[in-house]
């Protein structure tokens, strides 16, 4: 099989198909990227994936899709679909960028599976397209940081097709993981289309549902930790994505949601989807918040002040800044007259890439010292380890914003912290 697009998808797929057996060939025009990848060396962080890149026989890389077509029997796009510059609406020119490049060369017997996140509506364009070679949809459902147990243990695994061959080959693909009892569901193009930007939808939804909660109970005291926990004793509801604090980002969700309402319009259905715009705003609220409050913890205003920033990565156990709320957060801080000092575990590097305007530290302890105000905005596991004793004479004055409600503030509050967090007393 061939893997086309070697970001966080395609060389995650591309490594855990050749893990269970197959043969793969990685598909990049990103010579660089295919290089580091050759070289079991991923160009991004993905706990398990060098491992798999280091230990493979079975995989290999090259730039040119006409030797995909000859080596595939089965050809995975796995392009990104960024969100369309000026517009809500997703950018497909990658995808088709690949599905022209490739389109010349197929040979008759070859299977076309798109696992891109895409518009509904993409794949019967495209099988029109690349008619008579068949298309099938099998989208994926990878969360940074777990990419690689997801693919090798997924939950469930959904297939659009509209011929029985198809079908029968990606079952032969995914065969390791059926015989292990993993769901396989079969449904039209549309449908696997669907699948995809529901459930990112549902996430979404559910994330900024406790974060509006989380406002409500700014304006009366309440604490939102306490109210999620209750609330997600109910087996109906339960406690995942009810985590109140800075929201969510990365280059999924955001994107993905906004390309739905863009869709939405274009079928007509547009006020079925109308309460994303919702999500979407109190999602960036939390953001403003967040600055907010610091601001309050600075003595009510930056000009002059020291900030430290825990965290740059849209969520721990990644380096992706894509949409960071973190980095959001202390690019406004910054410009409202802050020096503001960042430390993250893995995403340093590609923060001081975007922002390079901040200041950067390799230890958290350095970037507290001489803070007025340290803010925690990315649960890395290590932030929680943190010594809040230790820290506090470090800083010019020991005052924390908990913007992900991971820590535990009576200690860091016994260690003589000022601690605030979003959606709580």
Excluded at 141 to 150: I, S
Excluded at 397 to 416: E, I, K, V, Y
Aim: aromatic share 6%; hydrophobic share 45%.
């Amino acid at each position: 099989m061939t893997v086309i697009g070697t970001g966080y998808l395609g060389a995650v797929h591309a490594a855990c198909m050749a893990e269970i057996g197959h043969d793969v060939l990685g598909v990049d025009v990103d010579t660089a990227k295919i290089e580091a990848l050759a070289s079991g060396r991923p160009p991004f962080y993905e706990p398990g994936l060098p491992e798999l890149l280091a230990t493979s026989s079975s995989l290999r890389f090259t730039t040119s899709l006409e030797e995909a077509a000859a080596f595939g029997d089965v050809h995975f796009i796995c392009v990104g679909t960024p969100q369309l510059r000026g517009s809500h609406a997703a950018d497909l020119s990658y995808i088709d960028a690949v599905v022209e490049g490739l389109r010349p060369y197929l040979r008759e017997d070859a299977l076309v599976v798109g696992k891109s996140t895409v518009p509904v509506g993409t794949a019967a364009r495209l099988a029109a397209r690349l008619d008579p070679i068949p298309v099938a949809w099998n989208p994926e459902f990878l969360r940074e940081g777990t990419a690689v147990q997801d693919t090798l243990q997924p939950d469930r695994i959904v297939v659009g097709a509209t011929s029985a061959r198809a079908v029968e080959l990606l079952r032969e693909v995914y065969a390791p993981m059926l015989s292990a009892g993993v769901p396989f569901l079969e449904t039209d193009l549309a449908t696997a289309e669907l699948v995809k930007v529901a459930a990112n939808s549902f996430l979404a939804t559910k994330i900024s549902y406790i974060n509006a909660m989380a406002e409500v109970c700014e304006a009366t005291g309440a604490d939102v930790v306490q109210l999620a926990g209750a609330i997600g004793l109910d087996e109906r509801i339960g406690p995942r994505f009810l985590s109140a604090g800075l929201g969510f980002g990365g280059g999924c969700l955001p994107k993905d949601i906004r390309a739905f309402m863009a869709r939405g319009e274009e079928l007509g259905v547009g006020r079925s989807l109308a309460f994303l715009r919702e999500v979407d705003e109190i999602n960036m609220r939390r953001r403003a918040k967040a600055v907010d409050v610091a601001r309050e913890l600075a003595g009510g205003s930056f000009l002059g002040r020291r900030v430290a920033v825990l965290g740059a990565a849209f969520k721990p156990d990644s380096d992706d800044i894509r949409d960071s709320p973190a980095l959001n957060v202390a690019a406004a801080i910054h410009l409202q007259g802050a020096h503001v000092t960042v430390h993250d575990e893995e995403a340093v590097e590609n923060a001081r890439a975007a922002f390079p305007q901040l200041d950067y530290a390799l230890e958290p302890a350095k970037a507290c010292e001489g803070a007025d105000v340290v803010l925690h905005l990315t649960e890395w596991k290590r932030y929680r380890e943190l010594d809040p004793a230790v820290l506090a004479p470090l800083t010019r004055t020991p005052r924390l914003l908990d913007g992900r409600n991971t820590l535990d503030h009576p200690r860091w509050r016994a260690a003589g912290w000022a601690v605030r967090a979003l959606g709580r007393p």
